[in-house]
């Protein structure tokens, strides 16, 4: 009876963990074409971003991995903080110039660096790279990403993932689990109370 208690415990446990590190991802879908991306996504607040849509102002060469929107650097670096440390951030780029990913801990530490493949990517470009090349930086307590490449208007983002963030919304494979933990406590609660 002791391990049926310890497993519910334990799978209570992971579910509230996963339910505090689940994976975010920002697409930038459902925000007209020239708007200044800043603090729309609650807990991260962008600086030096601007969302293109494709067959508006997006040039195709510089294709979205995955809807109609990303957002570009107008001009000089992007930078992105996050209100709570995140564990990791990627994203999609595409670029035409080299490009840098750089994260930061809240001293200030360089905590990791991530470095274009190509000098350039879009298509067409004849380097031999594709557009939407995957950039991750992993490390422990990141709260600030600065990403260069250029003096502006030089790359796009799209589809940004981080984890840890304060603001996150669980999967619902998550909340499954920690449901039926929750449900299976509730038993055998009920359970030893007829008893």
Do not use: W
């Amino acid at each position: 009876m002791k391990s049926r208690y310890l497993l519910l415990l334990v799978a209570i446990v992971v579910s509230v963990s996963a339910l505090s590190f689940a994976d975010q991802v920002i697409t930038f879908e459902g925000y007209p074409d020239g708007t200044a991306f800043t603090n729309q996504y609650p807990g991260v607040n962008f600086n030096g971003a601007t969302v293109l849509t494709l067959g508006v102002d997006l040039n195709p060469v510089f294709p979205p991995h995955s809807g109609i929107n990303v957002v570009y650097n107008p001009v000089g670096p992007m930078s992105i903080d996050f209100g709570s440390a995140v564990g990791y951030f990627s994203g999609y780029f595409t670029y035409n110039s080299g490009l840098t990913v750089q994260a930061y801990d809240s001293l200030s530490n360089l905590l990791g660096t991530y470095n274009s493949f190509c000098t350039a990517n879009y298509s067409g470009s004849g380097t031999g790279c594709g557009p939407n090349e995957l950039g991750i930086v992993t490390a422990p307590g990141i709260v600030h990403v600065l990403i260069t490449g250029g003096s502006g208007n030089n790359f796009t983002l799209d589809d940004a993932q981080f984890t840890g963030s304060v603001n996150t919304t669980p999967e619902p494979g998550t909340l499954a689990l920690f449901g039926s933990g929750i449900i299976g406590l509730a038993g055998i609660l009920r359970r030893k109370i007829n008893l």
